[in-house]
T-cell receptor, first 112, second 113 residues
Framework: EAQVTQNPRYLITVTGKKLTVTCSQN?????MSWYRQDPGLGLRQIYY???????DKGDVPEGYKVSRKEKRNFPLILESPSPNQTSLYFC???????????FGPGTRLTVT | AQSVAQPEDQVNVAEGNPLTVKCTYS??????LFWYVQYPNRGLQFLLK??????LVKGSYGFEAEFNKSQTSFHLKKPSALVSDSALYFC???????????FGKGNQVVVIP
C-alpha cells in the first residue's frame, strides 16, 4: 500500500531532550516536507526537500533540523525541544512534477 | 511570500444544501492552488488543485472549486452537502517560482442532518 508513515505517533518529552520524528514514504517521491499544525494557525511549513541531499527552510524552521540521506526518509530532529514546539506534526511527499501531496497520519508531540 | 486567508472559522450547512468554503490568496505571479480535507485524527487528504487551464476544477467526493484571478479567490463548493462532509478544510497556495506551500488556517464544516 502506498503510504507515508511517521513514528512515533504520540510523544511526550521534557525540555531539552533531543528527539527525532521519522518519516518514510514508499512511493519513490522526490519531494518531502514537514508541517506543524496549531489551532487557529493552520499548517505551517517547517522544512522541505526537493530530493536527496537537497533541503530548504519553510516558514518556521527555527528549532528544527532535517536531513535527506535517502529518498524514502526525511527525519525531523529537535535538538533541544521547548514547550512552544508542542504541536501536531505532519510529514508529506509528492512526486516531481506533481503538486498534490500525500500526508502521513501525524505525530502529536508534547514538550513539558 | 505567499499567503492564504480563510475568513470563516466554521461553516454550518444543512444536509442537502449547497456548501461553499471561501479562500483568498496572495502570491507573486500565477499560483498553484489546492484544497485538502482533514477528518478527525487523520492526516490531510488531497481534494483538488488548480494548475492551469479551466477556471472550474472538479475534484474528489463531488467537490469543485473556481479559480478567480481578478478576485484572487479559490472557493470550494459542493452542490449538495452530506453529513459525511463534516471535516476541516484547508486551502493552500504555492508560488511557481519556489517550492514552498502556504496553508490557510482551515475551516470547520459542520453538516447538520
Amino acid at each position: 500500500e502506498a503510504q507515508v508513515t511517521q513514528n512515533p505517533r504520540y510523544l511526550i518529552t521534557v525540555t531539552g531532550k533531543k528527539l527525532t520524528v521519522t518519516c518514510s514514504q514508499n512511493m519513490n517521491h522526490e519531494y518531502m516536507s514537514w508541517y506543524r499544525q496549531d489551532p487557529g494557525l493552520g499548517l505551517r511549513q517547517i522544512y522541505y526537500s526537493m530530493n536527496v541531499e537537497v533541503t530548504d527552510k519553510g516558514d518556521v524552521p527555527e528549532g528544527y533540523k532535517v536531513s535527506r540521506k535517502e529518498k524514502r526518509n526525511f527525519p525531523l530532529i529537535l535538538e533541544s525541544p521547548s514547550p512552544n514546539q508542542t504541536s501536531l506534526y505532519f510529514c508529506a511527499s509528492s512526486p516531481a512534477g506533481s503538486y498534490e501531496q500525500y500526508f502521513g497520519p501525524g505525530t502529536r508531540l508534547t514538550v513539558t | 511570500a505567499q499567503s492564504v486567508a480563510q475568513p470563516e472559522d466554521q461553516v454550518n450547512v444543512a444536509e442537502g444544501n449547497p456548501l461553499t468554503v471561501k479562500c483568498t490568496y496572495s502570491v507573486s505571479g500565477n499560483p498553484y492552488l489546492f484544497w485538502y480535507v482533514q477528518y478527525p485524527n487523520r492526516g490531510l487528504q488531497f481534494l483538488l488543485k488548480y494548475i492551469t487551464g479551466d477556471n472550474l476544477v472538479k475534484g474528489s467526493y463531488g467537490f469543485e472549486a473556481e479559480f478567480n484571478k481578478s478576485q484572487t479567490s479559490f472557493h470550494l463548493k459542493k452542490p449538495s452537502a452530506l453529513v459525511s462532509d463534516s471535516a476541516l478544510y484547508f486551502c493552500a497556495v504555492r508560488e511557481r517560482i519556489n517550492n514552498r506551500l502556504a496553508f490557510g488556517k482551515g475551516n470547520q464544516v459542520v453538516v447538520i442532518p
